[in-house]
């Protein structure tokens, strides 16, 4: 059962540790750490009521704590970078992808859960462990968020 839900989903399951990483290699690592987490701890403990919701939630926890490891490399990388990032043009392209970027991992998981991977408000609250009134308060306070970034960046 897990072995052909995993199967099943892993172009999602990618999409979802690639919204986190960034990298292609990052979300595969995520992936494979996530796969290995979910069989080992399926063969130890009872079935999970719901899979979908439990292996989503060990899939965000294991992104959020590769993009936390990864983080001292990217600041590190950043600021070795300066020098030549001064002599370019300094034009950046604010899109979507950018504004999301910009999102704290609160908003931005709720936002990817529910509009790129078309999950239901419920379930999003059974991933994350929360009030399904939590999770829609979170949405629309993003989704303003988002709005206000991209109105700001097209501004000017």
Known sequence: MLQ????????AHYRM???YTKNKEDALD?????????????????KPNHLKSWYYRIL???AIDCTRRNKRIV?????KMAYFLEKEDQYMNFDL??????????YKTIIVL????????SDIAEILNE???TIKTRLYKGLKILKIELKEDYNE
């Open 97 to 106: 992808k950018t504004a999301m970027e910009k999102l704290p991992n609160a």
């Open 75 to 79: 600041l590190m990388e950043q600021e």
């Open 60 to 62: 965000i926890n294991t």
């Open 17 to 19: 540790a690639f919204s």
């Open 131 to 133: 009030n399904v009134n």
């Open 30 to 46: 995520v992936v494979q750490d996530s796969i290995e987490k979910a069989l080992r701890a399926y063969k130890r403990k009872d």
């Open 114 to 121: 529910r509009y790129f991977e078309d999950l239901k408000i």
């Open 4 to 11: 052909q839900y995993l199967i099943e989903n892993r172009e």
